[in-house]
């Protein structure tokens, strides 16, 4: 009875004031953007409230990983309810935050389905039978079997795994010895990060540093990337809009964002690298493409052998070649001398500048014979010319085949990009079809023929805020705690990285441990925060892993599907219950920024952050282990941690840190705590372009870009990838029959609903799509209708489920579309009014989880028959 009053409530205030700020949000984002007026209201009403007296809260969004700047209203004095408490944009906040997402953080918080208490699986697993027991209970029996398993199988058989928590796990790893905390990106990001380390190099390759310039931006080319996600770049892209740049999605489904003006060119999955080749084709023929950068600042001119390795080894004589002296062949182009250049490396072995003349001008199309030192006659080549063998394979004819995309589209497409000095985005979700890297690595190369790389408005390096927070500090194989205690650590290497060096997260490569015990037994899963049957490709696998484990523990404020498999769920506070200071991760300039712990957990609610319960299972493990982070005895209530934590850990480790900047420059810190206390936020370095590589060398063996990678074909852990990105088709699913009942199934996210935090939340019942997409002329030769239902079955495992559809040319014929994280929820026993989480299907139902061999990239898109119903 309770919940449904409460959902009452709800829904009255989705009829009053929040109406107009969810339904405006989603509203703006499917028109692409949020224009200047939707943001002055959403000001003016924070002054309004601001001069009611209500408080107001900086908090950084955790509705997904990106944390934008919102601010929390609280109305003073008043208990915090969905009427007391307003969400808006933090409105001149350079990360921008309140997505259709952002927006719903309310509804999040006082959920009905808040998970309230430690939950102890009663019933078998996967049945979510569950009872409620005490905090006391819950920590001792987890504590009692961790306990256990190790001194049976070693620490490293407690495995743990997040999506926005992985910070949070190290917590508990380091002090107690496990190396296993795998994280999510091989069905994230972990693609278009390799992506990114064989054209740049590895410290080039993680998120928000090699970005777009997106605000100064003319031309914006989104391949398989909808900026749905972190709003601060949709902001930041509406004001490049309204400067005139021309955004372009080229994806299976036309994307919510272009509604509007941008234009969509629909692809066939899998066949990125192709279109990107195709570009750079069409450029090359018609002169577009800048070679003078080309030669200078990438790998182009150097030599290469028939088999892509540089030349430098053969040709040169005794100790003045190997690896490590970095020296690479290029040709004079005025008397076809052979010179040798490289980097400039100061003590370290690290780059710092490039030991050449800059006057020379070098050969860039060029084949011939070079001498050995031994002196034999070898076929040599520039990296250019060994690039333009494949791309030349790339005709917009040739690529259309490959596409679906019509040559004259492909054509007008890349003339605008050269001549509009466009900027291809260099992707983020991009595990879809297993042959990824290489479509990421060919978005990089892409951008390098335009020469712009950190001129304004090109692609850029972006700065960063300098800040990290509290964490555990490493020093070869000593950890040492914010409290200044050090212990030894001799963990070891993660699982994964022995399968794949080269990959992240490929937490399925444990699966198999957990099964059979080998390479070494996994015994224990820890999920922190993430909804795994919507993360993890092929469902059966992730259940057979479940089965095999010990002890599995959910940590989550929400009835996930994953929580039903269990043995313990518990109830962690949500991010407006936590104090932090952090760094803003996807804007150009370096910023810091506050997020308040604004409320406490509702009424009846007994959640607990989520390292007071490692650090409370550490203490019950061994009480050692708790002391090396500086948890020296039981906290027992949200207040004394709250004492210990956002006192002694956050605000000591925030306060060293303004201290820094001030013995830096005087009153510098003191102007960046002040702002941050004002406004939630303040700016701590400024971007100056034209500094990557011209002044400061990529961490490739060339520090240059290089277009024929030579960091994969030097790096054993590298086999595989490609040196060239090039297309192939990929293995992942079987391929579907052409104008059959056969299809590919491509997902992704909208802007307002498809995360874990807001699959039941309940403006996601109204606003969310949980139907699948079909092209009218597949509708038609099928007799299929908006609104049928379809029975779904996976061409490679026969799993059967069934759908709704949408009939819309919003996706291409001969692919279907569904939203990954809408509907398909398994989770049992959630009361009827929740009926409508599982509407719908989960694409990994059918998936096979094949990942691609050289870095573990999962794939997630799938291939299924569909039958009406
Ligand atoms: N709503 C929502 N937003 C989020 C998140 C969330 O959970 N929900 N999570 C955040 C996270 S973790 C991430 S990584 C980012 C991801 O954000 P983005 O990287 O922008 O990616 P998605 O929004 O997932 O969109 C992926 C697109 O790829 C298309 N696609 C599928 N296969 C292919 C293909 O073979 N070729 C091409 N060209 N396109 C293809 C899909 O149709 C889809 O439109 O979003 C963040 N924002
Ligand atoms: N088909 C398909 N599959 C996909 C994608 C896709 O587009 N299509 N996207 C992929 C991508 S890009 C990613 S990153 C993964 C993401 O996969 P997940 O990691 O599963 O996704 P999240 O949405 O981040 O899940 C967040 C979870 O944390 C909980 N939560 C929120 N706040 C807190 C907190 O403070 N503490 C704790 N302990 N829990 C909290 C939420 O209830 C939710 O269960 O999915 C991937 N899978
Ligand atoms: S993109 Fe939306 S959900 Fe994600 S952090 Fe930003 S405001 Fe929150
Ligand atoms: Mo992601």
């Not at 102890?120 to 027991?133: A, Q, T, Y």
């Not at 031309?219 to 996600?229: E, K, P």
């Not at 919507?534 to 940590?555: C, G, M, P, T, Y």
């Amino acid at each position: 009875m309770e919940k449904q009053t409460r959902e009452q409530t709800a829904n009255a205030g989705l009829k009053l004031s929040r109406r107009t700020f969810v339904g405006g949000a989603a509203m703006a984002a499917a028109a692409g953007g949020f224009g200047a007026s939707a943001w002055a209201s959403a000001k003016e009403e924070v002054e309004r409230l601001k001069a009611e007296g209500w408080e107001a809260h900086p908090v950084a969004c955790c509705m997904c990983g990106a944390r934008c700047g919102m601010l929390a209203m609280k109305k003073k004095g008043e208990k915090p309810s969905m009427q007391t408490v307003r969400i808006f944009p933090n409105p001149d906040h350079p990360q921008r935050g309140y997505c259709g997402r952002g927006a719903q953080a309310i509804w999040a918080w006082d959920h009905p389905l808040r998970i309230k208490k430690p939950l102890k699986r009663v019933g078998e697993r996967g049945e979510g039978k569950f009872e409620e027991i005490s905090w006391d209970q819950a920590l001792d029996e987890i504590a009692g079997k961790i306990k256990e398993l190790a001194a049976k199988h070693g620490e490293r058989s407690i495995c743990l795994t997040s999506h926005n928590f992985t910070g949070y796990q190290n917590w508990f790893a380091a002090p107690f010895g496990t190396p296993n905390v795998i994280n999510h990106s091989a069905t994230c990001n972990s693609a278009s990060t390799l992506g990114r380390r064989m054209i740049f190099g590895p410290t080039f390759s993680g998120l928000g540093l090699v970005e777009p310039d997106y605000e100064n931006a003319r031309y914006l080319l989104l391949v398989g990337r909808t900026v749905s996600c972190a709003i601060g770049v949709q902001t930041t892209i509406a004001r490049a809009r309204e400067r005139g740049c021309k955004i372009v999605f080229v994806d299976p489904r036309m994307p919510e964002t272009a509604w509007a003006d941008a234009q969509w060119i629909p692809i066939k999955p899998g066949t990125d690298a192709a279109f990107l080749h195709a570009m750079i084709y069409v450029g090359r023929k018609e002169k577009l493409v800048d070679l003078e950068w080309l030669a200078r600042w990438t790998n182009a001119a150097y030599l290469v052998g028939e088999d892509l390795m540089p030349v430098t080894e053969r040709v040169m004589k005794g100790e003045e070649s190997g690896a490590s002296n970095r020296r690479f062949a290029v040709i004079s182009k005025s008397d076809g001398s052979m010179v040798f250049q490289g980097p400039k490396l100061n003590e370290k072995g690290q780059p710092v500048g490039f030991d050449e003349d800059p006057t020379l001008e070098l050969a860039l199309d060029w084949t011939g014979t070079v001498t050995t030192a031994d002196g034999r006659s070898i076929n040599a080549q520039t990296a250019y010319h060994a690039f333009c063998a494949v791309n030349d394979k790339y005709s917009p004819e040739e690529t259309a085949k490959i596409t679906g995309i019509p040559a004259d589209t492909i054509i007008e497409a890349a003339r605008e990009f050269f001549t509009l000095g466009g900027v291809c985005d260099d992707g983020w979700y991009s595990s879809r079809n297993a042959n990824d890297v290489e479509a990421y690595g060919m978005m990089n190369v892409l951008n390098l023929f335009t020469g712009r790389f950190d001129h304004k408005g090109g692609c850029i390096i972006t700065v960063g805020g300098g800040y990290g927070g509290p964490g555990i500090k490493a020093a070869g194989k000593t950890r040492t705690g914010p409290t200044g205690v050090s212990w030894e650590y001799n963990a070891g290497k993660p699982l994964d990285k022995q399968f794949f060096p080269e990959g992240i997260g490929t937490l399925w490569t444990t699966f198999e441990a957990m099964k059979t015990g080998k390479p070494y037994p996994i015994r224990a899963l820890i999920m922190t925060g993430c909804s795994m049957f919507h993360r993890e490709a092929n469902s059966q696998r992730l259940i057979d892993a479940f089965k095999s484990l010990d002890l599995i523990v959910s940590q989550d404020i929400l009835p996930q599907e994953s929580n039903d498999w269990a043995d313990y769920v518990l109830p962690s506070t949500f991010f407006m219950e936590n104090h932090e200071y952090l760094g803003v991760n996807y804007a150009r300039d370096g910023w810091v920024q506050k997020s308040d712990s604004t409320l406490d957990p509702p009424e009846g609610c007994e959640a607990r952050h989520d390292i007071w319960q490692f650090m409370e299972l550490l203490r019950r493990i061994n009480p050692e282990y708790a002391a090396r982070v500086g948890y020296t005895k039981e906290l027992k209530t949200r207040k004394e941690w709250q004492a210990f934590w956002d006192k002694q850990i956050v605000d000591k480790a925030w306060a060293g840190f303004i201290a820094k900047k001030n013995a830096a420059k005087p009153g510098e810190g003191d102007r960046i705590a002040r702002e941050v206390e004002e406004k939630g936020y303040a700016q701590t370095a400024w971007k100056v372009y034209d500094q990557v590589p011209y002044k400061r060398p990529f961490t490739t063996p060339t520090g240059k870009a290089e277009i024929v990678s030579f960091y994969v074909l030097t790096m054993p852990s590298a086999k595989g990838i490609q040196p060239i990105p090039e297309h192939y088709t990929t293995k992942a699913y079987t391929h579907p029959k052409p104008l059959s009942d056969e299809f590919i199934i491509v997902s992704g996210k909208d802007g307002a609903t498809n995360a874990g935090v807001t699959l039941f939340t309940w403006p996601t019942k109204f606003l969310g799509d949980r139907t699948l997409w079909i092209n009218p002329v597949d509708a038609e030769r099928l007799g299929i209708k908006t609104g049928d239902t379809v029975e779904v079955e996976g061409l490679d495992n026969h799993v059967k489920g069934r759908t709704k559809v949408t009939v819309t040319n919003r996706v291409m014929a001969g692919v279907l579309f569904s939203h990954g994280f809408s509907g398909g929820v398994r989770t049992k026993n959630l009361p009827p009014e929740y009926e409508w989480v599982r509407e719908g299907i989960n694409t990994h139902w059918f998936a096979t989880g094949y990942s691609q061999v050289s870095c573990g990239n999962m794939a997630n898109n799938v291939s299924v028959r569909i039958k009406r119903v």
